[in-house]
């Protein structure tokens, strides 16, 4: 298989990450399974080397009989629950987007529905520790090596 061209970027957010590509063209599904397998699965190889742990959602009966078996399994296997210690994400790949998104319950006095996930202006209200262990993953260069690796 010849090699993909990409160019993209690496955006950080309020207790997120995001990587964006922008392919020439427009988006195939051969595209698509190669920027999973290149850089999401990558992602989660690099993540889990930093201590995290990984599960994948499971498929509800309800999605099986509304959109069939196989559309509901691609949906699990797009997203991943992770975990921490106390800190919390959320990873998910969808077409050209990779979303990395953070949180905590330990402290969400505004929304603790949901785990602390709809919590605005997350980093403030984390816990010190919880804080500087979101701030290791989000600014330490791992990021930055997976995505100059894998050619973004």
Known sequence: MPQIERIGR???????????????????????????KDVFLR??????????????PA?????????????A???????????????QADL???GRCIEFKMFQNV?????????????????SHMPYLTRLDLKYHKYSGKFREIIITNGI
């Not at 955006?11 to 999973?36: C, H, I, M, N, Y």
């Open 73 to 87: 399994r691609w949906s699990a296997e797009r997203h991943r629950n992770c975990t921490k210690g106390d800190l």
């Open 92 to 94: 998910s790949v969808s």
């Open 43 to 56: 992602i989660v190889q690099q993540l889990n080397r930093l201590g995290w742990s990984f599960t994948m």
């Open 107 to 123: 402290n969400a006095p505004d929304r603790p529905d949901h785990g602390g996930r709809y919590q605005s202006n997350k980093e």
């Open 59 to 71: 498929v509800e009966q309800d999605d099986i009989k509304r959109y069939g078996g196989a559309v």
């Open 10 to 36: 690496v955006s950080f957010g309020d207790a997120s990450l995001g990587v964006w590509e922008e392919p020439e063209g427009p988006v195939k599904t051969e595209w698509e399974r190669q920027f999973k």
